[in-house]
């Protein structure tokens, strides 16, 4: 099965769908976006899709409703999770400023020292 958002109004993503393979096949047997853009535009009427991948072998991320297509980066991005954390741009993942510590201890980020808390 292939996956594709509809984006919405600032590129947010509305609701994925999924569409069989068969319906992305062009005439040489050969999957394209495109065929599940019109399969899913001639099933639902106009809109904007964008194909999404479990793998996240497209568009960096799998999307989820609520993510931010990124035109720029071709990537679907999820909400940032604090103010502080920052952008990779290679995985368009919200990475926290530091590092969280990597030993047997559980973690929880605190916004406002913007440290790693132990979790009691």
Known sequence: MASFAKIGLNNKVISVHSVHNNELKDSNGVEQEVNGINFLTNLTGWAI??????????????????????????????????????LNEETCIWEAPSAMPDDDNKYTWNESTTTWDIVE
């Open 49 to 86: 899709w964008k194909q999404t991948s479990y793998n996240n072998n497209i568009r960096k991320n799998f999307a989820g409703i609520g993510y931010t297509y990124d035109e720029d980066r071709d990537a679907f991005i999820a909400p940032k999770s604090f103010n502080s954390w920052i």
